[in-house]
């Protein structure tokens, strides 16, 4: 059985979309070269691609919503992020 290990990192919006268009691509050249990696790797690949695509998503409705209430305190909304 393979040990499954959970990581934290930071990323900036710009990088996120940056890995996002990455896996996409890959996604692609495969598709196009009729290339089958192994199954495992192949749905690991779309689970990792829906997973940065949700949290893009996300991050793309939060600023959507902080520029459309303009009663929001910059500030108030950083310290509740890095408060947790």
Do not use: H, R
């Amino acid at each position: 059985m393979d040990e499954v290990w959970t990581v934290k990192i930071k990323l900036t919006e710009f990088e996120l979309g940056k890995i996002l268009w990455c896996i996409k691509s890959i996604s692609s050249i495969l598709g196009f070269l009729e290339i089958s990696p192994d199954k495992k790797w192949d749905i690991k690949l779309d689970k990792i691609q829906k997973d940065m695509e949700e949290i893009y998503n996300s991050i793309q409705e939060e600023k959507e919503a902080m520029t459309t209430n303009k009663t929001v305190n910059p500030k108030k909304e950083y310290m509740k992020k890095i408060s947790g």
